[in-house]
């Protein structure tokens, strides 16, 4: 007997999570910081800040709070 399985995968791209990334890109950017600086000073590979800043992977508060303390940004700052 022969199985099918179907994986739904959902997207993390809401509009209010494509506004927030968007913010989290450009706020590195301000800094003049690479992605590979930036996870460099994360201890995270660079392709963990290139799937952050795509949508392909979510952020949670405390990394949050280290992108802001980096970028030199109030949390507030990526959220409309």
């Known amino acids: 007997m022969i199985h ?3 994986i739904m995968i959902k997207s993390v791209q ?3 999570y494509a506004y ?3 913010k ?3 706020a ?3 800094a003049g910081l690479s992605q590979v600086q930036v996870a460099k000073k994360l201890k995270r590979p ?3 800040i290139s799937n952050i800043e ?3 992977q979510r952020v949670d508060v405390i990394e949050l709070q280290r992108f802001a ?3 030199g940004k109030e949390i507030n700052y990526f959220f409309k």
């Open 69 to 71: 303390k980096m970028y």
């Open 28 to 30: 590195r950017e301000e």
């Open 46 to 48: 660079q392709s963990h």
């Open 24 to 26: 989290l890109r450009k």
């Open 14 to 16: 809401t509009k209010e």
């Open 20 to 22: 927030f990334v968007e």
């Open 4 to 6: 099918t399985v179907t």
């Open 54 to 56: 795509t949508g392909q």
